[in-house]
């Protein structure tokens, strides 16, 4: 068997215990170009695919639920620390690292176990999974790898621009859901000039179905896109 199909054999046997009353979950995927051309110092040869940036537990007005260590009633037990969640990442840490990478350096080097370390305690302690970063993990790396941005918005990299209400309901089309698009802004241009870019795609869960089931966002804009008319460049990868 390999690593994988004993990951899910695993994740299958796994209990969920109960924690704070939350509505669903937040999938944000990013996309490089985009998180790295704004003056980020960031790894080389960035990934040419939506990665990673976490995945959320929020209430029902969208509001993200705050970290365990500013509110530990989040959790009905006391999640596993950050230092014991990554050993238990050692089945699927090739597949994490392609997925989910730091694309910003820590002093000029990459960490991605920094990265692991601060989604965990920013938002997996306060999960389903309080006590099993393993199920965690594994679950927003298989519905990444299940929901392809690239495959479902109906645009590709390239320098025109895109409104933004197209590509909601392209996805909604395509998927049955209203995703959330956040949008940066690519500095270095006039106010009246400024391009707004595809930053994050974020696809919503219901909690109640385990993450797999997906809703609308209650929220269709983030970022700096405030209006579905908005314009927004798709930047294509400068390492194609």
């Known amino acids: 068997m390999n690593r994988l199909l004993l990951a899910v054999a695993v994740l299958a046997t796994l209990q969920v215990p109960a924690t704070s009353e939350f509505d669903f979950y937040k999938l944000s ?5 985009s998180v790295c051309n704004v003056g980020k110092e960031c790894i080389p040869d960035i990934p040419k695919m939506f990665t990673i940036h976490g995945l959320w537990p929020q209430y029902g007005d969208d509001r993200p639920v705050p970290p365990y260590n500013k509110d530990p009633s989040c959790a009905d037990i006391t999640p596993m620390s950050s230092a014991d969640a990554m050993s238990q990442l050692r089945f699927i840490e090739g597949e994490l690292t392609k997925y989910w990478p730091n694309l910003f350096t820590i002093d000029g080097k990459r960490d991605d176990q920094f990265f692991w370390r601060h989604e965990w305690e920013s938002h997996g302690m306060c999960s389903n999974y309080p006590h099993d970063p393993f199920g965690y993990f594994y679950k927003a790396f298989s519905l990444t790898t299940q929901y392809n941005p690239l495959e ?27 995703p959330q698009i956040a949008c940066n802004t690519l500095p270095g241009t006039a106010d009246r ?8 795609i974020r696809f919503c869960f219901n909690r109640a179905e385990l993450l797999s089931v997906l809703r609308d966002c209650p929220n269709k804009l983030a970022g700096t896109c405030s209006e579905e008319t908005d314009l927004i460049r798709f930047p294509p990868n400068p390492f194609y």
């Open 29 to 33: 995927l990013m996309w490089p170009p």
């Open 152 to 178: 479902v918005m109906g645009i590709q990299p390239g320098d025109e621009l895109h409104k933004v209400g197209t590509i909601l309901e392209t996805v909604r089309q395509n998927l049955g859901a209203y």
């Open 193 to 200: 000039w400024k391009i707004r870019q595809l930053w994050e």
